[in-house]
C-alpha cells in the first residue's frame, strides 16, 4: 500500500478505516503484481465539493459530480475513489484492463472485493455512473449523515 493511499485512509471516518486498509490489502494481494489500488480521493471538505461541483456549471470542463457540498459520502468520510498504479508508476482507470492475467479485470477484482465488505460502488449507479467511486453501505445517505452531531475532530457521531 502506498504512502497516498495511507494519508487518505486516515483521514476517512474512524469506524470505517480499519475495513478500507484490510479491502486495499485483500485488493493488491488479488491482483497479483503489475497493479495496485491508490485510493485518490477519501474525505473531502464541503468547500472542495462545491469546486468539484463548478466544473461543467460556473467553471470551464465536464461535469464531475452532481453532489454539492454537503451532498457527498465524502464530505463524511465514508467514500473513496480508487485508480490502480501500473508496474509502481501509472495510474489507470481502465475497468477492462487484466494485467495479472487471471482472465477477470483488475477492476472488477476490486469491485468484489469492496461488495464483499459491503460498499456500494458507483459503477452500479443507474445515471451518472462513477465507476472509481465506493462507499459505505449503511452510510451512503448524505441527507441522514448531515444531521449527525460532529466530535471534536468534526467526524459525525454514529449512534449504533
Known amino acids: 500500500m502506498d504512502q497516498t493511499t495511507k494519508k487518505h485512509i486516515d483521514l476517512l471516518h474512524p469506524s470505517v478505516r480499519e475495513e478500507v486498509t484490510k479491502i486495499i490489502e485483500e485488493c493488491d494481494?488479488?491482483?497479483?503484481?503489475?497493479?495496485?489500488?491508490?485510493?485518490?480521493?477519501?474525505?473531502?471538505?464541503?468547500?472542495?465539493?462545491?469546486?468539484?461541483?463548478a466544473?461543467?456549471?460556473?467553471?470551464?470542463?465536464?461535469?464531475?459530480?452532481?453532489?454539492?457540498?454537503?451532498q457527498s459520502i465524502?464530505?463524511?468520510?465514508?467514500?473513496?475513489?480508487?485508480?490502480?498504479?501500473?508496474?509502481?508508476?501509472?495510474?489507470?482507470?481502465?475497468t477492462a484492463k487484466d494485467w495479472d492475467g487471471d482472465q477477470i479485470s483488475d477492476w472488477q477484482e476490486c469491485v468484489e472485493?469492496?461488495?464483499?465488505y459491503n460498499w456500494n460502488w458507483g459503477g452500479d449507479w443507474k445515471t451518472f455512473k462513477d465507476l472509481p467511486?465506493?462507499?459505505k453501505k449503511g452510510y451512503s445517505d448524505w441527507k441522514v449523515l448531515?444531521?449527525?452531531k460532529r466530535d471534536r475532530k468534526n467526524y459525525v457521531i454514529l449512534y449504533k
Open 146 to 148: 448531515s444531521k449527525l
Open 74 to 94: 465524502h464530505n463524511y468520510g465514508f467514500a473513496v475513489d480508487i485508480c490502480l498504479i501500473i508496474d509502481g508508476k501509472t495510474a489507470s482507470w481502465d
Open 133 to 135: 467511486h465506493f462507499d
Open 29 to 53: 494481494i488479488a491482483l497479483t503484481g503489475r497493479a495496485k489500488v491508490r485510493i485518490t480521493q477519501g474525505l473531502r471538505s464541503f468547500q472542495e465539493q462545491e469546486d468539484l461541483y
Open 113 to 116: 472485493i469492496f461488495k464483499k
Open 55 to 70: 466544473f461543467g456549471r460556473t467553471k470551464p470542463g465536464k461535469k464531475v459530480t452532481n453532489a454539492k457540498g454537503g
